[in-house]
């Protein structure tokens, strides 16, 4: 039924297109110029100056200053920024490069960082990351509260350095004082309805980093298949992945993908959704509840069945195991799209529902079975939080006061009231599932959602702490997840950190025009998103 | 006005999908399993016997056999396969596959080719691509009328070869007697709109070959820019290109890309579409009209000016140049999407049609220019026949006999009756605009095209010479454009090459997905096309 819908609108579409084999570029294209050198997304307070000092890549250095906590997250980030400002495959030519000074400008010989806090091991829902960059006359500073700060000033700062027609590198004087409007600003990536290769997915925390977006929200298992490799249940791969031994993520890809984030600033939310959606789980452990019809079973599963002991005892040792793999406070459990046809059809299930004294209300089961998970949750790790989908608490199920709510429905301003006036933290994401594709300029649609739009105090705003851009992978592998989720998810990134007032279309068409070019630059191949143009460097194979 | 439309579709679209977070796959993927060693598309006949053959890499030769013609395009094709076959990046233990032989099955030491007609240097229209192959224990040979059947029947060979679970090769014992339904199966690129690098270009050869596509459509100039280099008018690409040494096609480029196509018995033609989609040529050539607001001409310039005698100095040198570079046969001369407002405003234009009395009717003017068109490419190059779009004979054209015209608007069998009615050979593309991309199975809608689905007697429908399908190049570049295209062409590919009465959609679904995971064992980045699983060979990066 669902795949209908795709398929009406295929024809709506072209029925509506056929006359027209090519759009006109959209007017506005003829009149915004691709940015050179702006900062994405675009930072809370910058101001620009005429001076220009030109960088030598034989005597630029990044240094700490004297009485700067000196982290390991940024002495690497200090050789990655060296090679994304330097040593581009592309700046062939750079040695050619004439070093003595053109009269109008000045030399930089260093980036001063100073981070005042002392270093943490992993990004988190509170850290700060605002920054102070400033750079003037032959002298460039980077100041920060934490190590995450310095890392966005960073990248701040590679994207102001310009390569002039000469060849040369140049960055005019400059003051940026910037820090995110939003603290968590994610992306969901889905590897279950098809493998993505962890080669690829640095590719996107590469990407996600440029963008300065923090949380990798990784769905990584679900019905079709079951690639996380656990060592307390291995059967759960062995039996559930497309293939246990090239279609898994290993204790070790998954150890390497986190490190890799968080050398980045990025955080990985791990999520593993229940008690729907689990198909592939069932292959490997029993604890699916057995369909039937009228007496007999079929050989089809439903959702997780909450009546079993064994569902439980799993549970206890499973989510123990995933608190001490993924470092991050928060656990994504899921709790979406329980399918209750099966739970209604299995007559031990309608024995418990007697039980329990439940009726027919069978959200009162799926309450049961979230209740008793989050309290698995408290029980193996007190310290350990919870984002979940929003069905949870539109069943009422009652969660930790500090539990984060991931809305994805529509209407989604309703349900953003509904979950704030709960008092409860929330995610949103409906307004962007960039895996619905369609023909044209959609990341205006993106870039034009905002996430305070509903009716609500002051305070219930206050419990906004961001949202989503979700790609889930029917459709999407290593093949195109990067040039389909970039630069769309970019118009994400921007509405997430940038001011509120920041909502011209057409000035962020430049903006995401340039910051496009400077993805294909870094390796990252971003699609083209508006109609026409070019990038000066072009993907190669 | 034309941007809306997207837009709309965008708003029903999320509406009507925002009840589900992802759609359930379609049921048919469930019992649709994927193929293994099957020809694609399906040949026209075939049997297949349970025997075996093994390959092993040492031995395994192609050869012609004594009364062959020795080909070029075949010698150099054997090497090509031979590295398909044995030397994938993957196989990378093949050195280890025991060479013994399992008992069941025989050794298979060699290929025996003959081509039997002299060999041909450029396919063409007319080529005979039917080829008939012979596995029996033991022993395999390949008998085709031309080099361009043998060419076809070394793919469906290296198609039918499969990697057995030890890691050896085998090949059934079978017989297949093949030919294309359609002489002209074709893909359209359009690199004005965004830049194409050549290496992209020869993957997507790659791909043309691996799926038997026989013309390359090369959309290479238009509005937005002119990357050919001509020699006889170097101001077009340095006036009209995005950049004139990084973003254009050198004449080594295009002999290149021709080679390679060639190679793979595909023909190339370019289409240089005018009057209309050349704002870009009037950068270099002051050939387009002056658009004027009352007495003022505005800086603007409209279609190309029918009324100048530079136009036709400047086309006669240019066409006898492009017919020149392009080897094949037929020239595409566009002739789509005029826009008359730019004509209507110029006041020497309005002279003109007053002293050729066309009153208001400015298809007569089009008339004009396409007819002297027309008579230059008669004149320059008598051998060269023409392709065009409709709209030249809906504005009733006189064009010559053996003139194809490609049908791209709906209602389209209306179209392919009127147009095999006049006596012209027919191409179909409406159905096939792959650019439109949409959410869901897309790949249905353009398989269940069915060229032949209009009224009209054998004689009209003995004149359609096949179709196209059409990516253009708004929204994809080489970031983007092999993964887009394939496997969603591959649809198209199998309804223009297979039998009328291939219409299984399940069972093409589980070739296309061998198809699909053929590609990314070539390394051509195919996307997922059905919601939901995997290749044995994944995307690395």
């Given at each position: 039924m669902e795949l209908k819908i795709p398929l009406l609108i295929i024809v709506l579409f072209s029925c509506n297109l056929v006359n027209s084999r090519r759009e006109p570029s959209p007017k506005l294209k003829n009149v915004v110029p691709i940015t050179k050198g702006q900062i994405f997304p675009k930072p809370q307070n910058q101001v620009t100056f005429d001076n220009r000092n030109i960088l030598n890549k034989k005597n630029f250095h990044f240094e700490y200053s004297k009485e700067s906590q000196v982290c390991d997250v940024i002495s690497i980030a200090f050789n990655r920024y060296y090679k994304i400002i330097f040593g581009s495959q592309y700046?062939?030519?750079?040695?050619?490069?004439p070093s003595q000074l053109k009269s109008d400008a000045s030399s930089l010989n260093r980036l001063l960082v100073n981070v005042h806090e002392p270093c943490e091991e992993y990004p988190s829902l509170e850290s700060d990351e605002s920054y102070t960059l400033e750079i003037s006359t032959g002298l460039a500073s980077l100041e920060s509260k934490t190590l995450w700060g310095a890392l966005r000033g960073l990248e701040s700062f590679s994207q102001l350095v310009v390569e002039l027609d000469d060849g040369s590198l140049s960055v005019n004087n400059t003051l940026v004082n910037d820090f995110p409007r939003f603290n968590h600003r994610g992306i969901l990536l889905d590897t279950s309805r098809h493998y993505i290769r962890p080669s690829i997915l640095k590719v996107h925390l590469d990407a996600m980093e440029a963008n300065k977006m923090n949380v990798f929200h990784w769905h990584i298992v679900d019905d079709q298949s079951f690639p996380y490799v656990s060592y307390t249940y291995p059967e759960l791969?062995?039996?559930?992945?497309?293939?246990?031994?090239?279609?898994v993520y290993t204790s070790q890809d998954v150890k390497e993908i986190i490190e890799y984030a968080r050398l980045r600033g990025i955080r990985v939310v791990a999520e593993f959704d229940s008690p729907g959606h689990t198909e592939s789980w069932g292959k490997g452990v029993p604890i699916l509840t057995n369909c039937y019809d009228g007496e007999k079973p079929t050989n089809e599963f439903g959702p997780i069945d909450p009546t079993k002991n064994l569902t439980y005892s799993f549970l206890k040792t499973f989510v123990k195991e995933l608190t001490q793999v993924f470092p991050d406070k928060y656990l994504h459990l899921g709790g979406d799209e329980v399918d209750f046809s099966c739970w209604e059809s299995n007559p031990a299930i309608t024995d418990f529902m007697k039980e329990k004294g439940y009726g027919k209300n069978y959200s009162k089961l799926e309450e049961y079975y979230m209740q008793n998970l989050l309290d698995i949750v408290n029980e193996v790790s007190p310290k350990t939080g919870y984002i979940i989908w929003q069905e949870v608490v539109d069943n009422n199920v009652v969660v930790k006061p500090d539990t984060v709510v991931e809305v994805w429905k529509d209407p989604w301003p309703e349900e953003m009231a509904m979950v704030t006036n709960l008092g409860y933290r929330a995610l949103l994401s409906t307004c962007w599932y960039l895996n619905y594709i369609s023909y044209g300029d959609d990341w205006i649609k993106y870039y034009n959602?905002?996430?305070?739009?509903?009716?609500?105090?002051?305070?219930?705003?206050?419990l906004v702490i961001g949202g989503e851009a979700c790609m889930w992978g029917e459709y999407v592998d290593g093949s195109n997840v990067i040039s389909r989720t970039w630069p769309r998810a970019s118009a994400v990134a921007e509405r997430l950190w940038s001011a509120q007032n920041v909502t011209s279309v057409r000035d962020a068409q430049g903006r995401i025009e340039e910051q496009r070019c400077r993805m294909l630059k870094r390796g990252i191949k971003a699609e083209p998103f508006n109609g026409s143009g070019h990038c000066e460097y072009e993907v190669e194979n």
């Open positions: 700046l062939r030519n750079m040695n050619d490069v791969s062995k039996m559930g992945a497309y293939n246990p031994y090239t279609h959602c905002e996430p305070m739009d509903f009716k609500g105090t002051d305070e219930q705003k206050s």
